[in-house]
Nanobody, 126 residues
Framework: QWELVESGGGLVQVGGSLRLSCAAS????????VGWFREAPGKEREGVSC????????NYADSVEGRFTVSRDNAKSTVDLQMNSLQPEDTATYYC???????????????????WGQGTQVTVSS
């Protein structure tokens, strides 16, 4: 029922910033836990950051803690991922994910996801 659409990926130099945005086409994200995952070539998809439906709970992977910030604007029905101090190891396809009635830990750590976006490429060049 939810078609997730990501935007904001691209090419950036080391130390630069990008902001990803996720929206639900024809629907709303308001009541969903939403997360960002990434998948680099030859690696498993990993949870980067997740945010609860209210925005009151968040979860970050250790590798991005302090550099990435997840936020949501329920008035606009969007969830953003602000990525600062980007490093080459952040290069990956980033996917928006969503699920109803699930904790940020279950989504980000256990990978329990109901809906996926098609992904947006982030490339960090050195």
């Amino acid at each position: 029922q939810w078609e997730l659409v990501e935007s904001g990926g691209g090419l950036v130099q080391v130390g630069g910033s990008l902001r990803l945005s996720c929206a639900a086409s024809g629907s709303t994200l308001d009541y969903l836990t939403v997360g960002w995952f990434r998948e680099a070539p030859g690696k498993e998809r990993e949870g980067v950051s997740c945010i609860s439906s209210s925005g009151g709970s968040t979860n970050y992977a250790d590798s991005v803690e302090g550099r990435f910030t997840v936020s949501r604007d329920n008035a606009k029905s969007t969830v953003d991922l602000q990525m600062n101090s980007l490093q080459p190891e952040d290069t990956a396809t980033y996917y928006c994910a969503a699920s109803p009635i699930i904790s940020v830990q279950d989504m980000c750590v256990k990978g329990l996801v109901g809906y996926w976006g098609q992904g947006t490429q982030v490339t960090v060049s050195s």
